[in-house]
């Protein structure tokens, strides 16, 4: 690789994507760059924000594989048989996890009541209670964190454990992931502090220990390259079947619709994302897979809510420079 396109490309990095911690290459299959910033490292795991969304999608493709979720067409309810139903309310019990997968399902607030919710020790039941309203399900509504943490609760009830557990068992050991333990937010300080770390390390959970579905999770750039490389390659991963082919398949393809963005949906996935999809966080932090070039890239990055638009990046300096790399 030429160094001085090579010097060109970090200088830009840390002229318009300062909070960039990590990024790594991946061309057919082996590392073509990897390089760290900010006084970061390879060891370093860096909050993902939504890129945690991406995560549980695995999750839930895992456990339909293995039976212990049927199908995506299951309704929510279905996995919480002690709910009790508000007197009414008839939308909630036709929401499906696919609904959840997709974004579209219907909520009953407008702008997310964010303190009620954080202030409360179940986000799974939270989440439930607002969810429905007089709205169907079918429209797209992203929800960043409000909603999300539903699938939480229906992994954690159909597999008999907590997410973080089935998580190490089923996708982090066999990819050589470690996770260290929950991280729990008491005060909305805590909640603060825990964004704006720069080296956390963990998954965020609530009082219960119900994990995060939609934020929370401490990955390394290099963890993130393995997930693209292990959804590039169909779900196997040195030669065992992670998560099955038909899963990576459908989680990866259209589902639903942004409209305003522009900008379509899988399953937690974003999909026709420059030729192929993304496990796209806050800040930059991205999991970018593009099946036709065999590429992967994965950044993680620092908080900044003014961060460059980090596709945009991909397309004009990181693609160009790597496509036709040989290392």
Not at 6 to 25: P, R, S
Not at 162 to 185: C, G, K, M, T, Y
């Amino acid at each position: 690789m030429n160094e001085e396109k090579i010097t060109a490309l970090e200088k830009k990095i840390q002229k318009e994507h300062g909070n960039i911690a990590g990024m790594v290459v991946l061309k057919d299959g082996r590392t073509v760059y990897e390089n760290y910033f900010n006084g970061c490292g390879a060891d370093d795991t860096i909050h993902v924000f939504s890129v945690t969304k991406s995560i549980v999608s695995i999750l839930a493709g895992i456990a339909i594989d293995r039976g212990y979720i049927g199908s995506v067409a299951q309704k929510v309810l279905d996995f919480f048989p002690d709910y009790t139903v508000k007197r009414g309310e008839k939308t909630i019990q036709t929401i499906t996890l696919k609904n959840l997968l997709t974004m579209t399902a219907p909520y009953k607030f407008r702008s997310a009541p964010y303190t009620r919710f954080f202030s409360s020790e179940d986000w799974v039941m939270a989440a439930l209670d607002l969810l429905g309203g007089r709205k169907p399900a079918g429209e797209f509504r992203y929800m960043e964190m409000i909603g999300p943490d539903i699938l939480s609760g229906i992994l954690s009830n159909a597999t008999g454990q907590p997410v973080l557990d089935f998580a190490r068992e089923a996708l982090f050991e066999p990819l050589h992931i470690a996770v260290a333990s929950n991280i729990v937010l008491y005060t909305p300080q805590e909640h603060v502090a825990f964004i704006k770390k720069n080296c956390a390390s963990g998954w965020v959970a609530d009082e219960k220990g119900h994990n995060t579905a939609g934020w929370g999770l401490t990955l390394t750039a290099v963890d993130m390259a393995k997930i693209g490389q292990l959804y590039l390659d169909g779900g196997k991963w040195e030669g065992r079947q992670i998560v099955s082919e038909e899963w990576v398949a459908e989680s990866t393809a259209e589902h639903s619709r942004w409209e305003k963005e522009k900008l379509s949906y899988g399953y937690l996935w974003w999909t026709g994302i420059l030729n192929g999809y993304a496990a796209m966080g806050n800040s930059g932090n991205i999991i970018y897979v593009n099946p036709a070039d065999k590429m992967v890239v994965s950044i993680a990055a620092l908080f900044k809510p003014t961060a460059k638009d980090i596709m945009e990046f991909i397309e004009k300096d990181i693609k160009p420079l790597f496509c036709g790399a040989e290392g």
